[in-house]
């Protein structure tokens, strides 16, 4: 009996063990010294940041005007000490199950905000460039293959997204195409962004 009594104190101060080493290694600093601050310009998307119930407008057939509502959730934080700002997207979308990740960081080097995204979907992945506008507190951002270093759009077909509506609880995006270098824009996606209650 004491020896299957010793065997298990063994095992368990093993795994305690065990235990605090991933603890040990969870706390490993990968720079070897605090990160540098933040863009101030970080901040201007601070309004981003938070936990979002999302309703979902997609067009299904612009021919016959079909859309599909779906609610969503996602989370976006602010990473790296500020320096960078991750979204996690998910729930339905399209009728199917849908998870996309991003990345969106200011560049001090160009003046424009970057964005790099990846979803589940073949093909899944997006460079997206954008600017902040204070005096409209208005966000738009181009899919990057589209647009030149001045914002214009280099061929027929584009895409942009916009972010305005925007409260301390809740704001709107709005997906536009064009098939006309920009002259006009069509709507094919709107989500409509709620802070997520905190009891869940």
Avoid: C
């Amino acid at each position: 009996m004491n020896r299957y009594f010793r065997f298990g104190a063994i095992l368990v101060i093993a795994l305690i063990l065990s235990a605090a080493s991933l603890k040990a290694q969870d706390d490993t600093t990968f720079t070897g010294g605090d990160l540098p601050e933040a863009d101030p310009h970080m901040q201007d998307l601070s309004w981003f940041i938070g936990e979002w119930d999302v309703h979902s407008r997609m067009l299904l057939d612009a021919e016959t005007d079909e859309w599909i509502e779906e609610d969503l959730h996602t989370v976006h934080s602010y990473e790296m000490n500020g320096n960078l700002i991750f979204e996690h997207f998910g729930g339905p979308l399209g009728g199917e199950p849908f998870e996309g990740w991003s990345l969106r960081k200011y560049n001090a080097n160009t003046g424009n905000w970057e964005q790099r995204w990846v979803d589940v979907a073949p093909g899944g992945f997006a460079n997206w460039i954008g600017r902040w506008d204070a005096e409209t507190t208005t966000f738009t951002g181009y899919a990057q293959r589209f647009i030149d270093e001045n914002f214009n759009v280099t061929g027929d077909n584009a895409a942009r997204e916009i972010f305005d509506n925007i409260t301390e609880d809740g704001f709107d995006w709005r997906y536009e195409q064009t098939s006309d270098g920009g002259a006009t824009w069509s709507v094919t996606w709107t989500l409509d962004y709620r802070r997520a209650s905190m009891g869940g």
